[in-house]
């Protein structure tokens, strides 16, 4: 075994595939094998859906923690940083437990290469957390997917209780099909025999699949459009509601949360009902009040208001963008936007026309990236004012500076990994004009 430091681990892990070769579970189902298949150890709640996996993640984490449970979270990508992807009760794995894992089990990815076998990066630290979650004695883990569901290296799971299908709509088209069928077929593929299933309803086609998956596999599908919500307010901090006569607030903003909630509160409400899982009324509004989740609609400062979003595709944008309708009516928004080559900007910028005053383009670190001219000669389709910026620094000081002077406000959106890398840069912006900001990071 090589003794490594952190940074050497993660050099490691990075150095790997981000996808594999070609789609299935062969190559992580050997793997895990190796690694005495820590996933059967374990129960599962598994989440598949094009957007709204990692706030209804968190929801339910949140409630299972604040219930006594010992609740992993597996979530992807990560925002803050790479060890967000793996956590147990709200904390993420430390540098010590992945460097040692990653010590101990390199080797066995060496192995399999001599046999012709490349293990991808998802595929690894998907095992790796596993044997964490398994070594930690977790009582349940929130699971999700990656890309897709049927083929993801996380539907290697047995142990599943429920199945949570969020939003499903066009994305990753070259790799899950290009109409909502096939999609949504690929998303059903994590529903496992004589199990649960909970559903929002909303596309017919969409909606007929995964019917027809849960029939076929003997589930109780419950449709989480079905749940009762009274929402009593709504401000650009929180949402206050009432379920079954329970006070709740969330601090996930925007009507497509309210959708991610009741996917939550339908997937408790099975735990409660039939695992016997103990959560209060109390409990459940405690833990939903907990729940936060970076870069989805986060409010990084109120003066001037700077929202950050991971928005990345046409859904995506048209949640943002009904959200801008609501909580800045009346303001001039200067964008700071970034997007990947493999995304459907022209429809994503389109449901932004008219909202907008100014956009910065700018380059996410992907080597999918878009440039920041091509993007910006997209957006000057939708928008006067287009400009094209290098240094990410220096966007953020222009974005404030054009707030500032209109009274505005400032919206970085296009990418989870554009926001993983500006969120830092926000804040110590702000904090050189000494702003108030409403996060802290680690320096």
């Given at each position: 075994?090589?003794?490594?430091n952190?940074h ?6 990075n ?10 579970l ?7 094998e ?29 409630v ?14 990560y ?21 040692q ?9 060496e ?32 699971l ?31 790799i ?7 999609i ?10 004589d ?7 909303q596309?017919?086609?969409?909606d ?28 650009i ?25 009741k996917?939550?509160l ?13 959560i209060s ?11 936060e ?15 950050l ?11 943002l ?15 700071i936007?970034?997007?990947?080559r493999?995304k ?14 100014s ?10 990236r ?12 939708f ?13 953020i ?47």
């Amino acid at each position: 075994m090589t003794v490594m430091n952190y940074h050497e681990a993660l050099d490691k892990i990075n150095s790997l595939m981000l996808f594999g070769s070609r789609p299935g579970l062969d190559r992580v189902l050997r793997l895990l094998e190796m690694m005495d298949n820590p996933q059967h150890k374990l129960k599962f709640v598994h989440i598949a859906g094009t957007n709204g996996k990692g706030s209804t993640s968190k929801m339910i984490s949140a409630v299972l923690r604040e219930a006594g449970y010992r609740t992993g979270l597996f979530i992807s990508p990560y925002v803050i940083e790479f060890r967000e992807r793996m956590q147990i009760d709200g904390n993420m794995i430390s540098k010590e437990t992945l460097t040692q894992y990653v010590s101990e089990t390199y080797p066995l990815l060496e192995q399999l290469k001599k046999d012709g076998i490349i293990i991808t990066e998802f595929e690894y630290i998907t095992a790796l957390a596993f044997r964490w979650y398994a070594e930690s004695q977790c009582d349940i883990v929130v699971l999700e997917t990656g890309m897709g569901g049927l083929l993801d290296s996380t539907n290697v799971v047995q142990n599943t209780l429920v199945s949570v299908i969020t939003s499903i709509s066009y994305d990753h088209t070259a790799i899950l099909g290009d109409t909502l069928e096939e999609i949504a077929r690929q998303k059903g593929g994590i529903i496992k025999p004589d199990s649960n299933t909970v559903y929002y309803r909303q596309h017919d086609n969409a909606d007929t699949v995964i019917s027809d998956i849960a029939r076929q596999m003997n589930n109780t599908l419950l449709y989480a459009d079905s749940l009762s919500v009274d929402i009593t307010e709504q401000t650009i901090e929180h949402t206050r509601l009432l379920y079954q006569n329970i006070p709740v607030t969330i601090q996930l903003i925007g009507m497509h949360q309210i959708k991610n909630l009741k996917l939550a509160l339908g997937t408790l409400e099975i735990l409660r009902t039939k695992f016997d899982f103990s959560i209060s009324d109390a409990v459940l509004a405690r833990g939903l009040a907990k729940a936060e989740m970076p870069a989805r609609l986060e409010l990084l400062c109120k003066e001037p208001i700077i929202l950050l979003d991971g928005a990345h595709n046409p859904d995506g944008m048209n949640a943002l963008s009904d959200a801008l309708k609501k909580y800045l009516p009346d303001k001039k928004i200067i964008c700071i936007m970034g997007m990947l080559r493999d995304k459907d900007s022209n429809s994503s910028l389109e449901y932004l026309d008219g909202l907008i005053d100014s956009v910065i383009t700018l380059e996410p670190d992907n080597p999918r990236r878009q440039t920041k001219e091509e993007l910006a000669e997209k957006a000057v389709k939708f928008f006067d004012k287009v400009y094209p910026m290098e240094n990410f620094s220096q966007a953020i000081e222009k974005a404030l500076d054009m707030a500032e002077k209109n009274n505005g406000a400032v919206v970085i959106c296009g990418s989870l990994y554009l926001a993983s890398q500006l969120r830092p840069l926000v804040v110590r912006c702000l904090k050189k004009r000494n702003k108030t900001t409403l996060i802290d990071i680690q320096e």
